[in-house]
């Protein structure tokens, strides 16, 4: 095999490889920027909605996520959340409703079951702090939009 015939083979097969690789693992998240609130019963917080899509045929999701400030734990049911995917038409598509940490953890998300209509979509949650008597909820900032 001449030493062309021998490069143009081999970028052949690496463009092969490549595509097929770009094809079966592309994945797509879009964070929203972090919130701060508190202290509510003694401790701070953070939130962040996110979402995203493995591939075109995988589903879109939202997550949303709270995190305790600092190094330090809540106790059990401190931290209620609930992630949201709207299209970008505001209209709510799924959530999961509130869900509450069963453990001791310095922080706690979830994420909704995966929405297979194809459209424009960003994630919204709320999430919870326990006061010692109640909760409080607090929104999370908007996530990007992405198109799935």
């Known amino acids: 095999m001449k030493r ?45 909605s996110s979402v995203g899509y493995t591939n075109s045929s995988s589903g879109v999701w939202a997550s949303t996520t709270a995190r305790v400030s600092g190094s330090v734990q809540v106790p059990v049911s401190y931290i209620g959340v609930d992630a949201k995917l709207y299209n970008s038409a505001g209209s709510l598509k799924t959530s999961t409703g509130f869900k509450y940490n069963d453990m001791k953890t310095g922080g706690y998300g979830v ?17 919870r702090a326990y006061t010692g008597t109640g909760y409080i909820t607090y929104s999370s900032n908007q996530s990007p939009n992405v198109n799935y």
């Not at 097969?13 to 609130?37: N, R």
């Not at 994420?111 to 999430?127: F, R």
């Open 111 to 127: 994420v909704t079951p995966n929405y297979y209509t194809h459209d424009t979509y960003y994630s919204k949650g709320d999430t």
């Open 4 to 48: 062309r015939d021998f490069r143009v083979a081999f970028c052949v097969f690496v463009m092969s490889v490549l595509l097929s690789i770009s094809a079966t693992a592309f994945a797509l998240v879009a964070d929203g920027t972090s919130k701060s609130y508190g202290p509510v019963g003694g401790y701070s917080y953070t939130n962040q």
